[in-house]
């Protein structure tokens, strides 16, 4: 009887959450002279479930595209230079690492003249010394650290999706938000003003970003892999590469993080086995 | 002093020596290993040694966690990043603790439900509940100042909308807002009482559960048949027994807790959360981890006032009752059978109040607009009914179907249910 109540349980609940689900029943209609947001669409990451692990290449790449472009307005404070050579990361050599943070003067009021070279240690210095500056600079608007920023644009979920998030570990809605907007600049549709020295974008809420489309198609040269063959060197690419480094910069750690979970769920599937077999072997004589 | 020594039989050597002078290896003994268990106890039991697993879990992460922790407004979020990127281990300690909340909660509410269908408040184990109850709300308490901890935008609303409840109270109101949160407003000073409380009550919580479950142990367990212990065919000891099983029953438990915390360990948070804190700018949504959100869809489902009482007030007043009213379960719950199970009416009026419960989560995360408020006030609704009415009513009306004589019949020929 009581597995009976369950499964009623059960029915009762979906049927309550898929009809709350409905968005037509619930949402009132806000805003009717903006279009509607539409679903950001999953992409297919390297990284994505239990087995995904960081391509070397592409954070590379993404590496490239930022260090290019996107650095000259958005900070990483969490960055240091010797991130860059972390194995499941985009995995420099230390040399490189160490030259390329040479490239940089850093701020350091014990050094002459308060600049130094960069070392592997430092952090990314930020294109802005203050937020007033940063906003100064880009008409009002705030380019948003990238520390956690791939996962701070996480995506929110309908029924009965987020339940099957648990089962397939589903965590990119960050880096599938960021790929949706890196190509979501459009013209605006007829009957949406832009406000002045802001761009329309698809996926942005309210459409109107402050962000100028950051890539165009070429900006950026990749490098042809060791068999000649080259990576396109397009938008849609540019907007994945990045994507992909944004994830790893907001979670580097996730290479051993998912090696240790196999560990730990297969020590506990066996010792639930063990634990099984003696309770059995314990209860066999008792009526219960 | 002879009375003292119980059935134990001296030991000789050094463990005779000590426990003579102080017998904690005899109490261990008698108290916990040798203690009399119901031996019909389903699975639906092993939630008590979960919880105690979960609450050494959160104990000890936390403490790790705390060792790297800045409670400084300015530093706080990004000493959060550094333990999960620079501390050895620490984002699987971190992992382990934030989704560990959410399994304690889990687990907490399975063991909740499961003294409410069964009976296990009635007398004599009314204590046993209230200590349980006590328990529960100074869980809510600690995974509140923990939430607020990371201050990103999720946990410093959080505390400004949580604390705000207090403003509703006539009178003292005002005054009482500024002095719990330190200030005007929330920021440095509340954040550093916040951490403060969030270090103190789960040793407050660890000394309640030894009160828990010495009051657990004065009546002995309740069982699915609710009918009391008659003999010692009844009972089997705790050692091996149910030690075992109860192990068996934390690892599995575990396994799940595990596929969350390393596969998918911000599953459970707020993405909001990500942004630091930032005074200036609402988060288009502020929502509760999804442990409060039944109690914050009630809190939120009234918007009416009564009388002289605004809706505001009126509101806390209702989410207040809603946890209070909990206490008072074995005085509004009569009936002489304890066990749902022999309780054909009182089976189904629960498992509405399971599904109401689950419904109002749902609502507690969605906006407070159209359909959702009339469901979480039809909601909020039930849940009262079903303490301030249904239960006292039932109590006298209800006829339950024959009790097994005893536990051990139970066993032998299992009623049909």
Excluded at chain 1, 153 to 179: N, V
Excluded at chain 2, 156 to 181: C, E, H, K, M, S
Excluded at chain 2, 272 to 277: K, R, T, W
Excluded at chain 2, 360 to 378: F, N, Q, R, T
């Amino acid at each position: 009887m009581i597995k009976f109540t369950n499964i009623l349980a059960a029915a009762f609940v979906s049927l309550v959450m898929a009809w709350g689900a409905a968005p037509a029943l619930a949402q009132t209609p806000t805003d009717t002279s903006a279009p509607p947001i539409p679903e950001v669409q999953q992409q297919p990451w390297s990284f994505a479930g239990i087995f995904g692990r960081y391509d070397r290449n592409q954070l590379r790449r993404g590496f490239q595209v930022f260090q290019n472009v996107c650095s000259s307005c958005h900070s990483a404070k969490l960055l240091s230079f010797r991130n860059l050579q972390d194995e499941g990361g985009p995995a420099y050599s230390a040399a490189q690492v160490k030259a390329l943070a040479a490239t940089f003067q850093i701020s350091d009021p014990t050094a002459q003249g308060g600049k130094r070279a960069g070392l592997p240690s430092d952090h990314w210095p930020s294109p802005f010394a203050t937020e007033q500056d940063a906003r100064a600079a880009n008409g009002g608007a705030l380019p948003p650290d990238w520390s956690v920023l791939a996962k701070a644009r996480g995506q929110e979920r309908p029924f009965p999706q987020w339940l099957f998030d648990f089962f397939t570990t589903y965590q990119e809605g960050g880096p599938d938000y960021i790929y949706a907007l890196l190509n979501g600049y459009k013209s605006a549709p007829p009957g949406f003003t832009v406000p002045q020295g802001k761009f329309y974008n698809t996926y942005f809420p309210g459409h109107a970003i402050g962000m100028p489309p950051p890539l165009t198609d070429g900006r950026v040269k990749y490098a042809a892999g060791p068999d000649g063959q080259k990576v396109p060197e397009t938008v849609d690419q540019y907007a994945r590469d990045v994507a992909a480094f944004m994830a790893w910069l907001s979670e580097p750690g996730l290479d051993g993080r998912k090696e240790a979970g196999f560990r730990v769920i297969a020590f506990l599937l066996l010792f639930a086995v063990i634990l099984w077999l003696a309770k059995r072997r314990i209860w066999e004589n008792v009526e219960h | 002093m002879a009375d003292h020594q119980g059935s134990y039989t001296t030991e000789r050597g050094f463990i005779g020596w000590w426990d003579q002078r102080l017998p904690i290896i005899r109490g261990t003994r008698e108290l916990i290993l040798n203690y009399p268990t119901p031996k019909n106890l389903s699975y639906w039991w092993t939630f008590g040694s979960i919880l105690g697993a979960m609450l050494i879990i959160q104990i000890v992460t936390g403490l790790a966690l705390s060792m790297h922790y800045t409670p400084n407004a300015q530093l706080a979020f990004d000493s959060v990043e550094l333990i999960k990127r620079d501390v050895n281990g620490g984002r699987l300690i971190q992992a382990v603790h934030s989704v560990g909340a959410s399994m304690f909660f889990l687990a907490l509410y399975i063991h909740l439900a499961r003294g409410m269908y069964y009976g296990s408040f009635k007398a004599p184990r009314e204590a046993l509940w209230l200590l349980g109850c006590l328990i529960f709300v100074l869980s809510i308490a600690t995974a509140f100042f923990g939430y607020v901890l990371p201050w990103g935008q999720m946990s410093y609303w959080a505390a400004t909308v949580i604390t705000n409840i207090f403003a509703a109270i006539p009178v003292i109101g005002d005054p009482l807002l500024q002095w719990l949160r330190g200030g005007f407003a929330v920021d440095n000073p509340t954040l550093n009482r916040f951490f403060s409380l969030h270090y103190l009550l789960p040793f407050v919580i660890g000394a309640i559960v030894v009160l828990h479950i010495w009051a657990l142990h004065i009546p002995g367990n309740n069982n699915p048949t609710g009918v009391e212990v008659k003999s010692g065919r009844d009972t089997v000891p705790f050692h091996p027994y149910y030690l075992v099983k109860d192990l068996f029953a934390v690892v599995v438990f575990l396994i799940p807790f595990a596929w969350v915390a390393f596969f998918a360990p911000d599953i459970l948070g707020h993405a909001d959360n990500y942004i630091p804190a930032d005074p200036l700018v609402t988060p288009p949504e502020i929502v509760p981890e999804w442990y409060f959100l039944p109690y914050y869809a009630i809190l939120r489902a009234i918007d009416f006032p009564i009388w002289f009482i605004d809706s505001k007030l009126l509101g806390v007043i209702v989410f207040g009752a809603a946890i209070v009213v909990l206490f008072f379960v074995p005085w509004l719950d009569r009936a002489r059978t304890r066990s749902g199970r022999y309780r054909p009416a009182f089976r189904i009026v629960f498992w509405i109040f399971v599904l109401d419960f689950l419904m109002l989560m749902y609502l507690g995360s969605k906006p407070p607009e159209g359909i959702y408020v009339v469901l979480a006030k039809i909601g909020v609704l039930y849940y009262f009914v079903y303490f301030l009415i249904i239960l006292p009513l039932l109590s006298r009306y209800e006829t339950p179907r024959p009790l097994p004589a005893s536990i051990s019949e139970s066993v032998l020929r299992p009623a049909r249910s």
